[in-house]
C-alpha cells in the first residue's frame, strides 16, 4: 500500500499543516515575513523560534524547555551560540568574510587559514599544536587535493587525466596505506587495490552502469548481478554457484532477502516502518509511537511465544525516560534522568553520567574519557589512545595489546592493519552493502540485513563463523564462535559503526555511541542542524533510520521508487573552441564530483543501496552555439536543464550561465533555478551550483561567504567533497517521495 499524506498551504504556499493516514497531524506556524516560529508534532508538543529584525534565527525552544540562543554581527553571520548541550561557541572572521576562529566552551581556539580562492590551508588548535593540519593543492591536478599534513602522518591524492581519484596513500605513525582505483572510459570504477595488494575489480556488461560482476584477484566472487525495472538489486550467484535474493513490495520495499541459511521476510505499516522480521526460527515484532519512535521491541519463537521484549518511554523531546526489559518471565526496569533544560543523561539508574563544557561524557561509572582540543576522543582510562586523520576519520587505535590501522575509501572504513601493517580484515562492498570480507587469507562472504548492517558470515564451507543478532538499539554483542571455539572477530555494525570491545562503544566517524543507552555520548557537531536533540541516534527509530557519519540520521528505506532526471544541455555564445572547453570542464567536474559520468543512468554507492533511486546524468556534448543567452555580463556559455522539481512550480527551465571570472556565483529565483559560476574559478563551483538544480540549499550566509556551523568540508558549504547527508537532503526534496 503506497503511503497516502495530505498537505495543507497558506496564501504564501507554505506547508502549514500535514495529516497522516492514521489520522495524526501536525502543525506549523509563521510570523508576518515568512519565519517558521512554531511547530507542533503529532503528540501535541510544541518547537518555537525566534528571529532578529533581519531574518536571523535567535532562539529555538525545543519540546521539553532546552534553549538553544544565536547571536550575529551586522554583516548576518553568527558570531556566538549558546546551546544547553554543548555550551557557548564563538566564531570570528576575515574582512573577506572567511570564518578564521572558533572557539568552543572548553576554550579549545581552532584558527583557520585560506588561500586566495578561499581553499582552506590550514587549522591550528592555540591549545594543541600537535593537531595542526596544513592542506596542499593544485601541484598533483589544479583545483585538487593534492596532500594533507595532520599529527603523525600525512594523506597524499594522485588523480587520473579525468580528474578522477587514482591513488590515496595514508601515513600514520610510519605505517603507510595505499588505495588505488581505476577506471574505464566511463568513469565506471574497474577496480581496487587494498593496501594488502589484492585487487577487488569490478565487471561490467556493455552498456551497463552498475556492475554485474565482483572478482578478487582474478578470481570470480559474485556474478549474474541482477536489478530489477526500478534499478533495485534483486539478487547474484556465489562463486560455487548458490543464489542470493532480495524481494520488494509494489512501493519499493525490501520484504525478503537471505541471512545465511536463513530467508528474513519483513512487514510494514502504512507510514513504512518495519513492523516484523521472520525468519521462520524466531519472529521480531516492533511498535512505534505517533511520532515515529520505537515503543515497543520483542522476540517470539514460531509457536507465538514471547521470549523477550523491550518497552521505551521518552520525554517531550525523545530522551529515554524509561526502558523495561522481559527475559522469559524476568522483568527489570531502567529508569533515566535528563538533566534539567537540557538533553544530556545524568542517570541510568544508580549509574552517574558527567560531561565537560563542551558536552562530550567524561564518566559514566565505568570508564573515564578524554577528548583533545578537536572534540575527538583521543583517550579512555589511559590506556587506550585514538588518532585521527582528515575529516574526523579514525585511523589509528592503541590498546596494551598493539595498534590498529584503520583504511578508508572516501567516508567508509573499508580495513584494518596491525601495527606492522599487515592484514587484519578487508571489507568488500557492493554499493553500500557489504558482500564479503577477508581475514587470515580467506575470503568469507557477508549477509547484511536490509539496512546494510552485517549480520552473519559464512566461510567457504558454508559454515557460520560469526553472527549478531541483536535488539533494535545494537546492544547485543556479536557471536564470534557458533560454529567453533575459536573466535572470529568483526567489528562492523551499523552502517558507519565499529564497534569497540575496550570500551562497550561504536566509533561511528563524528561521534561515539553507546548502544547501551541508545543515544551519542557526544553532543551533535551540527548542533540543531542534526535534529532537535543532539544525542538520540537515529530518531529513536534505528529499524528505519540510521546514522553513518555521526551528524544526522537519514532514512533506511523508502516507500517510493523516485527516478530524478536532471538532463544538462551545454550551450555557447563565443568561439567553439573557447566554449567547448569551458563546457568540457564543467561537465567534467561536475559528474566526478556527483559520482556520475557520461550520458548514462546512475545509480551508485551514494544513493542505491539506501533508497534504490537512479539519477539520470544526460550532459550533451558539443554545446550549440546558434541558442545564445543574454544577461548582464553574460559568460561565454549557459547550459538549462528541466527541473525535477518542476511539480513543485519552480520553473520548467534552469539556466545555469558560466561567467567570467570575477563574477559572483548565484541563483535566481525566477523561472526556475539560474546559478552564475566564475569559469576560471577552479574546485567545485560547477558542482555546488549544480546542486542547487537538485534542490539543496546553500549552507553559508551568502553576503559574507561564512560557512555555516556543521557544513565546514561540505559541496554547499564551502566547496568540500559531497557528503551523504547532503544527498538524503536532496532525496526528501522530491515531491510525494520518503
Known amino acids: 500500500m503506497a503511503l497516502e499524506l495530505r498537505y495543507e ?14 489520522g495524526t497531524s501536525s502543525t506549523s506556524v509563521y510570523d508576518d515575513v515568512g519565519h517558521l516560529v512554531q511547530t507542533v508534532d503529532v503528540l501535541g508538543q510544541v518547537t518555537r523560534y525566534e528571529y532578529d529584525d533581519e531574518g536571523n534565527r535567535t532562539k529555538a525552544v525545543m519540546p521539553n524547555g532546552a534553549t538553544t540562543s544565536y547571536e550575529y554581527d551586522a554583516y548576518g553571520r553568527l558570531v556566538r551560540e549558546i546551546s544547553p548541550d554543548r555550551g557557548e561557541t564563538t566564531y570570528g572572521y576575515s574582512t573577506a568574510g572567511e570564518l578564521v576562529s572558533k572557539q568552543d566552551a572548553e576554550g579549545n581556539l581552532q584558527q583557520t587559514e585560506y588561500d586566495l580562492l578561499g581553499r ?59 588505495l588505488e582505483n581505476e577506471y574505464d572510459d566511463y568513469g565506471r570504477i574497474v577496480s581496487k587495490t587494498y593496501p594488502s595488494g589484492r585487487k577487488v575489480s569490478y565487471h561490467y556488461a556493455e552498456h551497463g552502469h552498475e556492475p554485474n560482476a565482483i572478482s578478487v584477484d582474478g578470481s570470480p566472487f559474485i556474478t549474474d548481478i541482477e536489478v530489477n525495472a ?39 505499516n502504512e507510514l513504512g516502518h518495519i513492523i516484523r522480521w521472520s525468519d521462520g526460527q524466531q519472529v521480531k515484532n516492533y511498535d512505534y509511537d505517533r511520532i515515529g519512535r520505537l515503543s515497543a521491541y520483542s ?95 579514525r585511523i589509528q587505535k592503541v590498546t596494551p595489546q598493539g595498534s590498529i590501522f584503520y583504511a578508508w575509501d572516501d567516508n567508509r572504513l573499508f ?58 538499539f545494537g546492544e547485543d554483542s556479536a557471536d564470534s564462535s557458533p560454529k567453533s571455539e575459536s573466535g572470529f572477530v568483526y567489528n562492523l555494525r551499523y552502517p558507519g559503526q565499529y564497534y569497540d570491545a575496550e570500551t562497550g562503544l561504536n566509533y561511528n566517524h563524528h561521534r561515539y555511541y553507546d548502544a547501551s543507552i541508545g543515544r551519542y555520548t557526544q553532543s551533535d ?72 559520468g557520461g550520458t548514462r543512468r546512475y545509480q551508485g554507492t551514494k544513493l542505491t543501496n539506501l533508497y534504490n533511486k537512479s539519477v539520470t546524468f544526460n550532459v550533451q556534448m558539443p554545446y550549440d552555439t546558434a541558442t545564445p543567452y543574454s544577461s548582464p555580463g553574460a559568460g561565454p556559455f549557459y547550459a538549462y536543464t528541466n527541473h525535477w522539481m518542476a511539480a513543485q512550480n519552480k520553473g520548467t527551465q534552469n539556466a545555469v550561465q558560466v561567467e567570467p571570472a570575477g563574477f559572483r556565483s548565484v541563483v535566481e529565483y525566477a523561472n526556475g533555478w539560474r546559478g552564475l559560476w566564475a569559469s576560471d574559478e577552479p574546485g567545485r563551483v560547477a558542482s555546488h551550483e549544480f546542486g542547487h538544480i537538485l534542490g539543496l540549499a546553500d549552507h553559508y550566509v551568502v553576503a559574507t561567504n561564512q560557512t555555516c556551523p556543521g ?28
Open 299 to 393: 522476540e517470539s519463537n514460531p509457536a507465538g511465544i514471547v521470549l523477550q521484549q523491550q518497552l521505551f518511554d521518552y520525554d517531550a523531546n525523545g530522551n529515554r525516560t524509561q526502558q523495561v526489559n522481559t527475559l522469559n518471565t524476568e522483568q527489570l526496569a531502567d529508569y533515566y534522568t535528563i538533566k534539567e533544560n537540557t538533553n544530556q543523561l545524568s542517570y541510568k539508574n544508580q549509574k552517574h553520567y558527567t560531561y565537560d563544557a563542551n558536552g562530550n561524557l567524561t564518566q559514566d561509572g565505568e570508564h573515564s574519557y578524554h577528548y583533545n582540543a578537536k572534540n575527538q576522543l583521543d583517550n579512555v582510562d589511559d590506556q587506550y589512545f585514538y588518532f585521527y586523520g582528515t575529516n574526523g576519520q
Open 525 to 596: 557537531p551540527m548542533g540543531l542542524d542534526g535534529g532537535l536533540n543532539t544525542y538520540i541516534y537515529a530518531n529513536n527509530n534505528p529499524i528505519t533510520y540510521i546514522d553513518s557519519s555521526g551528524l544526522k540520521y537519514t532514512k533506511t528505506i523508502t516507500t517510493y521508487n523516485i527516478q530524478i532526471n536532471a538532463s544538462i544541455a551545454l550551450f555557447g555564445a563565443s568561439t567553439p573552441t573557447l566554449g567547448y572547453d569551458l563546457a568540457l570542464r564543467w561537465r567534467t567536474g561536475i559528474m566526478n564530483d556527483w559520482h556520475a
Open 415 to 472: 580495513a584494518e592493519y596491525d601495527q606492522n601493517g599487515d592484514l587484519v580484515s578487508e571489507t568488500i562492498y557492493l554499493g553500500s552493502i557489504p558482500v564479503g570480507v577477508i581475514k587470515d587469507s580467506e575470503l568469507f562472504r557477508v549477509f547484511a540485513s536490509q539496512d546494510n548492517a552485517p549480520r552473519a558470515i559464512i566461510n567457504q564451507s558454508d559454515e557460520v563463523v560469526w553472527r549478531w543478532e541483536s535488539a533494535p
Open 9 to 22: 498551504y497558506d496564501g504564501m504556499g507554505r506547508q502549514t499543516k500535514i495529516d497522516y493516514p492514521d
Open 120 to 178: 582552506k590551508i590550514s587549522e591550528s588548535w592555540v591549545s594543541q599544536p600537535e593537531l595542526n593540519t596544513h592542506y596542499e593543492y593544485d601541484s598533483c591536478r589544479v583545483g585538487k587535493l593534492c596532500k594533507a599534513t595532520y599529527h603523525q602522518g600525512e594523506t597524499i591524492y594522485r588523480y587520473n587525466d579525468d580528474g578522477l581519484l587514482a591513488e590515496k596513500t595514508q601515513t600514520m605513525n610510519g605505517v603507510t596505506l595505499t
Open 711 to 738: 557544513h565546514v568540508g561540505h559541496l554547499m558549504g564551502d566547496l568540500g567533497p559531497l557528503q551523504q547527508h547532503e544527498l538524503d537532503n536532496m532525496v526528501d526534496l522530491v515531491p510525494g517521495g520518503c
Open 230 to 268: 526500478a534499478n533495485q538489486l534483486t539478487g547474484w550467484k556465489w562463486a560455487d554457484g548458490s543464489t542470493y535474493q532480495r524481494t520488494y513490495d509494489q512501493d519499493g520495499r525490501i520484504t525478503g532477502l537471505p541471512l545465511a541459511g536463513l530467508t528474513q521476510a519483513i512487514d510494514y
